[in-house]
């Protein structure tokens, strides 16, 4: 009698320890994954501030095109994209789901802002081609 109240203790002793561990466990990833999860927001509102100065500078690059050939200029406004860097404000989202599938999208999002970077900046070079050779008087690109 005295062992079948042991092995039962022993039994519920694992079942607590497994139930205990599990539950631990589940905080432990969530908090991880919270973590993960802003990271990622901040990474992908840092690719907003890139994307905002890329659209800055392309605009900079067509006005001088219409300076070049006579036409009128309307200057770029700077002023968003200097509050956007300089902004101390928290960057966390509340309102993503904490999970692995949200680390998933986060990272796909960021790999597509990355190649949309580089895409704007296959169309900036073509422009800065074009002023260089608006500038030589035709020849550069020839």
């Not at 800055?56 to 406004?77: C, F, H, S, T, W």
């Not at 700077?78 to 993503?96: A, F, K, P």
């Not at 999002?109 to 035709?138: C, M, P, W, Y």
Request: glycine share 4%; with cysteine.
């Amino acid at each position: 009698m005295k062992n079948i109240i042991l092995l039962n203790l022993a039994l519920v002793c694992c079942f607590v320890s497994f139930v205990g561990g599990k539950y631990y466990s589940d905080l432990q990833t969530e908090s991880e994954l919270e973590k993960v999860v802003n990271w990622n927001t901040k990474q992908i509102h840092s690719l907003g501030i890139v994307a905002a100065t890329d659209s800055y500078n392309a605009e900079v690059m067509i006005q001088i095109l219409n300076l070049i050939e006579g036409r009128d200029i309307k200057p770029p406004v700077r002023e968003t994209i200097s509050e956007m860097i300089t902004s101390d404000e928290s960057i966390e989202d509340d309102d993503v789901p904490h999970t692995f599938e949200q680390v998933a999208k986060d990272q796909r999002e960021v790999d597509q802002s990355i190649r949309a970077f580089g895409s704007a900046n296959l169309f900036q070079a073509e422009t800065l081609e074009n002023i260089l050779d608006k500038l030589q008087g035709g020849n550069y690109l020839q």
